[in-house]
Nanobody
Framework: QVQLVESGGGLVQAGGSLRLSCLAS????????MGWYRQAPGKQRELVAT???????DYADSVKGRFTISRDNAKNTVYLQANSLKFEDTAVYYC?????????????WGQGTQVTVSS
């Protein structure tokens, strides 16, 4: 089993920054891709950014140039540096990881961390 625990959410003014972290813990697994998704009230969960184990990243158009995803493979941790935050970035942010266990790949989700941007 793999557990994902996010941290770093909070309340920030528009134009400000936050850094989200997500730690994957457990045993007997290796992490492939990791990513961040978000869900605003009344909306579907959407992709924010993903990063492969080799460091290739991809971003939603709405956050390109403002958000940066990174990871520390030795620590099984993924980060999301969110700069120039906008009111519309307000959402619950979820960490996602694809973990390989016994030659099979499974998707795991964190419990979510609230990001609120005040205008």
């Amino acid at each position: 089993q793999v557990q994902l625990v996010e941290s770093g959410g909070g309340l920030v003014q528009a134009g400000g920054s936050l850094r989200l972290s997500c730690l994957a813990s457990g045993s007997g697994f290796s992490i492939n891709s990791m990513g961040w998704y978000r869900q605003a009230p009344g909306k579907q969960r959407e992709l924010v950014a993903t990063i492969t184990s080799s460091g290739t990243s991809d971003y939603a158009d709405s956050v390109k140039g403002r958000f940066t995803i990174s990871r520390d493979n030795a620590k099984n941790t993924v980060y999301l540096q969110a700069n120039s935050l906008k009111f519309e970035d307000t959402a619950v942010y979820y960490c996602n990881a694809w973990a390989q266990i016994m030659n099979r790949e499974y998707a795991y989700w964190g419990q979510g961390t609230q990001v609120t941007v005040s205008s």
